[in-house]
Structure formats: C-alpha cells, structure tokens
C-alpha cells in the first residue's frame, strides 16, 4: 500500500442508525472521498452535507483496531473507539464544552487489496454523564 501515502480516491458508501428516546433515524449517503495512508494509520476523509452546510468528516483506522472520527464543523466533535471501551470526549458548540462519553459494544474493520476495498462497522452508544444520548450503528464501506 505504498502509494497511499499521497492518497488515493475512494468511494464511500455509508448508513448510519441512531436510536434517540425511542425514536430511530436511518441516514445512507453515497459520496467520494480520500484515503491516505500515514504511518500504520490509514485515514478515510469525505464531506457530509448536513443542515448547517458542508461538514468535513475524517475516519483513522489505526493498527489496533481502535478508530477515531472526526466532524470539522461548527461543532467540532471527535470520538475515539474502542472496543468494549468507555471513553471521554469533548463536542464543542458554540454554547460552549459538552463532556460526553462513548461506548464502544462492536467494532469491526476488514481491508482488502485488489482491488483496495474495505468495510468499517461501528456499534456505540452515546452518554452525557450516566445520561444515554443515543444507540448509534455506524457501516462504511469503500472502494478505489
């Protein structure tokens, strides 16, 4: 994989599930996007378009299995995962700091060569304090 070091176009194709208060929300979107290679890290950038206009959004796949993603918006918002893992995080508004916490109950990845393709799947739940926000399900797959 040595020429992803500058990076190659990738295909993304994503759905995510959210259960928020006994409401479900299903999101699929079809968009093209980045994967770059750094290190042992390999990160998958793209743009969302969402209600407050073009977010950028970055997932890093590190060798561990951990995963890390990252909106760049107005609200800023990274989230680390980890396998079985409740871990602290920090969204940022323009109201100011929210400390929120996710859990991490299945994490998955698998990439593949030849053609470059991949799949990402993610099972979190949300908290605020011992306050459940929501239960997300997050699938991502991409191709070169």
Known sequence: ????????????HLETNI????????????VAG???????????????????????VTIKL?????????????????L??????RIAAR???PYGLLDIQTVTSALDMEILNQ???GKVGIDYLLYAGSELLGKYN???QFTI
Do not use: H
């Not at 994989?1 to 993304?12: F, K, W």
């Not at 590190?62 to 990274?78: F, V, Y």
């Open 115 to 117: 053609p470059l393709r």
């Open 80 to 85: 680390f995962f980890s396998q079985g893992k």
């Open 19 to 30: 259960v928020q208060s006994g409401e479900t929300s299903n999101y699929v979107f079809d």
């Open 34 to 56: 980045q994967l770059v290679q750094v290190g042992t890290s390999i990160y998958i950038r793209y743009t969302e378009d969402a209600d407050e206009g073009p977010v950028p």
């Open 1 to 12: 994989m040595d020429n992803l070091a500058t990076g190659v176009p990738v295909q993304i």
């Open 138 to 140: 997050i699938r991502l």
């Open 91 to 93: 969204y940022r508004t």
């Open 62 to 78: 590190m060798e561990n299995g951990d995963i890390k993603l990252t909106r760049s918006a107005t609200n800023r918002l990274q």
